[in-house]
């Protein structure tokens, strides 16, 4: 140091040189490979660019990126194709197809007594959690429930103060290599470099992941596909929250994770945006092991087989949805008005299918334990005494009725 001192060279200047140096090989070496891997560049030469680049690192790799890109050819579509490929297809091409007969019904996750502190706040008080393999799996909660949390802890980015989360048998904390072979995972506010545009951003992940060259580009073209965002030209930093949050579900399934952590996938999305999301979450029931943190309770219904809902750091349930609707109180439940609505009611009391009759007014509101049953028997009852069916409908208790039973509980 002090030799180059005394030639005249202060720290600084020396730093920053080797900044600079370190940057442009960086750049020649990002524009070489992006060369070689392109199918086409300007002129067709790419020899011709590459000597630009090695002999000029900076100004060749400038006039390279601006100018001697060109978009792969996008292949006219033949008679008979569609559009757009029907999600299920991009799921085929990300995971070998689902196998015949029933999935073997082991735990993706595991979590035991999971426990985290932080200095101001309990994120999590001691979470109890088993995740079925091939589930689509709701981690339902409000905020500041420790959804967040639970997921940094899952993949590997948050050590637990208590407890321990293990996915496919391995600890999160313990053998976090393991376990980030084995999932894709998309944060709550995902990060980008913002200069490049999806397909780079899915190469560079791709190369990442040490992806084979001969599935790489099947699988970004699938990637892009399913997240609406072929033949997208616009670098990132031009992306509306809504591209960005759908690149990002795309990256985490790069690597046809075994088990996809998403932490509110759909939060940001348009309603067209988070259709595309959950349709593509939907194709991938069986293949793959879906846990997504959300509070959009439709978002819930519509795809999950299974869901958990958290509150105050505490998993106040877990169950397939039906279930979790039926358990909380009269889910299935009729409401029907005839003229002599006492007459109705004694007899249907006395009816083994039947559960609390109450009155309300011309009407009566039946518990029952089968709706089925109950569409069969209730206007055969009704006609046997003789009585006018005016009204009978099923009163089916929402999800988001239970949803705010169970939190309001939790804090009560
Ligand atoms: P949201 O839906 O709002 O994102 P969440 O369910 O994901 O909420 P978390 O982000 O996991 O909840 O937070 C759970 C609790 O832990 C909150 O009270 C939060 O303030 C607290 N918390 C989270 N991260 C930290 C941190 N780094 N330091 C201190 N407290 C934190």
Redesign the pocket.
């Known amino acids: 140091m002090d030799i180059l001192n005394d030639s005249g060279l202060s720290t600084g200047a020396l730093i920053a040189l080797v900044v600079v140096s370190f940057g442009q090989t960086l750049l020649a070496a990002f524009c070489l490979i992006d060369i070689f891997r392109r199918p086409a560049v300007l002129g067709g030469r790419k020899w011709v660019w590459a000597v630009l680049v090695i002999l000029f690192a900076i100004p060749g790799s400038i006039i390279y990126l601006a100018v001697g890109r060109v978009p792969a050819p996008v292949p006219l579509p033949e008679e008979g194709d569609d559009a757009v490929r029907p999600r299920a297809d991009a799921a085929t091409v990300l995971y070998a197809p689902a196998e015949q007969g029933p999935a073997p019904a082991r735990p993706a996750i595991v979590i035991a007594g999971l426990t985290k502190q932080?200095?101001?706040?309990t994120?999590l008080a001691g979470v109890d959690l088993q995740v079925p393999e091939g589930s689509v799996f709701g981690f339902l909660?409000p905020?500041?429930?420790?959804?967040?949390?639970t997921l940094r802890i899952l993949a590997g980015l948050a050590r637990p103060t208590a407890g321990e989360a293990r996915v496919f048998g391995h600890d999160t904390t313990t053998e976090a290599d393991a376990v980030h072979a084995l999932i894709g995972f998309l944060p709550?506010v995902p990060g980008f470099y913002k200069w490049m545009t999806a397909r780079e951003y899915l190469e560079l992940s791709a190369a990442l992941f040490g992806i084979p060259a001969a599935e790489r580009d099947e699988r970004i073209e699938t990637l892009l596909d399913l997240a609406g965002l072929s033949g997208v030209t616009t670098r990132i930093g031009g992306y509306s929250r809504g591209m960005k949050q759908r690149l990002g579900v795309a990256q985490a399934l790069i690597n046809s994770p075994r088990l996809l952590l998403l932490d509110e996938p759909t939060s940001a999305l348009d309603p067209i945006g988070r259709r595309e999301v959950l349709e593509m979450i939907a194709a991938l029931a069986g293949r793959t092991t879906v846990f997504f943190s959300t509070?959009i309770l439709a978002d819930v219904e519509r795809v999950c087989d299974q869901v958990a809902v958290l509150a105050a750091g505490r998993i106040v349930e877990q169950a397939p949805i039906g279930k979790l609707r039926s358990r909380h109180g009269g889910a299935q439940r009729v409401i029907i008005e005839t003229s002599d609505p006492q007459r109705l009611g004694a007899a249907l009391s006395a009816e083994a299918w039947t559960g609390a009759v109450r009155r309300d007014g011309s009407d009566l509101i039946v518990e029952v334990s089968d709706l089925e049953v109950a569409y069969r028997e209730v206007p055969a009852l009704v006609a046997r005494l003789g009585l006018p069916l005016r009204r009978f409908d099923a009163d089916e208790v929402s999800l988001e009725d239970v949803f705010v039973d169970l939190v309001q509980g939790a804090s009560a």
């Open positions: 932080y200095e101001t706040a994120a909660g905020n500041g429930a420790g959804k967040t949390t709550d509070h």
